[in-house]
């Protein structure tokens, strides 16, 4: 099992994490919310909630990520 150095860790971490967040964000605008609104209305919570669902779920896809990198992936022989 190899493991993968410490800053390709966090740096595959990083990228699932605002790629996540990122995606979550347009897919508020798409349906109206936004994030920027004044106030703690239902727009700008409703794209909270999708930014911080769209960044935990971009992290756990990396994580997934660098588990199958360790495990050897697709084992190709």
Do not use: H, T
């Not at 990083?14 to 106030?39: K, P």
């Not at 794209?47 to 199958?68: F, N």
């Amino acid at each position: 099992m190899k493991q993968l150095p410490l800053w390709m860790q966090g740096v595959s971490d990083a990228v699932g994490f605002l790629g996540g967040a990122l995606l979550g964000f347009w897919a508020g605008r798409l349906l109206g919310l936004d994030i920027f609104a004044e106030g703690y209305g239902n727009s700008a919570l409703g794209g909270i909630v999708l930014v911080g669902l769209g960044g935990g779920l971009g992290l756990q896809l990396a994580r997934r990520w660098q588990l199958s990198r360790q495990s050897g992936g697709s084992k190709k022989q």
